[in-house]
């Protein structure tokens, strides 16, 4: 069993990934989607929860360069950020959705320098939109993105583009194929759900849209 299907056998253990091809979930953006994951489940088993840690920690000494310190993405990446960052005895900070709109008006809380190596970290990724709004405020902040680390990524054909246009290397510990392997192992996840995913997964937006939800 490899590193990542061994994540993706914890995220359905602990029910951070919940597959309902028939009903399917909304997203935030609109969109329907036959799989909604909740990586925040996982702070809540410590032996998951350390395995992801030490996960984490396995990915940043992998990356090979030099590091200066570790941020987090508001809201979930956060913890997993936190974890990491003490891990590996860097300096910890994390980005707002926004900046805060009142005191100093921030949105990167705690302190990043210019000319730092900043990891940083998320728990899912989807379109990659919102994180890599994240590392463009690190880099107006002085800092360089060494890369994004997340627990989960859908795969999207969008996210890839997204990350390659943005120059940002994104690191995942488990991502959708080895999610399908553990599901369809494990009998969380007959054939005829596979067919479903496996529709979504190839084009998510027409797959919505075909069933009255956003594009």
Known sequence: MTPADAIARDLLAVGAVSLRPDAPFTWAS????????????LLSVPDVRD???????????????????????????????????????????YVRGAAK???????????????????????????????????EALREAGAEVAAVLAVFSYGFAEADQAFGTAG????????????????????ALGPDAWAVLRDWRDDPAAWSVARGGAG
């Open 30 to 41: 609109g969109r329907l989607s036959p799989v909604y994951t909740d990586n925040r489940l």
């Open 51 to 93: 395995r992801v840690a030490k996960a984490f920690l396995g990915a940043l000494q992998a990356l090979g360069g030099h590091v200066d310190a570790v941020s987090g993405t508001a809201t979930a990446g956060i913890p997993h950020g936190a974890l990491l960052a003490d891990r590996a005895r860097l300096p910890f900070s």
């Open 101 to 135: 709109g009142h005191g100093r008006q921030n949105r990167i809380e705690g302190r990043v320098e210019a000319g730092q190596q900043v990891v940083l970290v998320e728990d899912l990724v989807s379109t990659g939109g919102s994180v890599l709004s994240a590392a």
């Open 168 to 187: 940002v290397p994104l690191v995942t510990l488990t991502d959708f194929a080895a999610l399908a392997r553990a599901a369809q192992e494990t009998g």
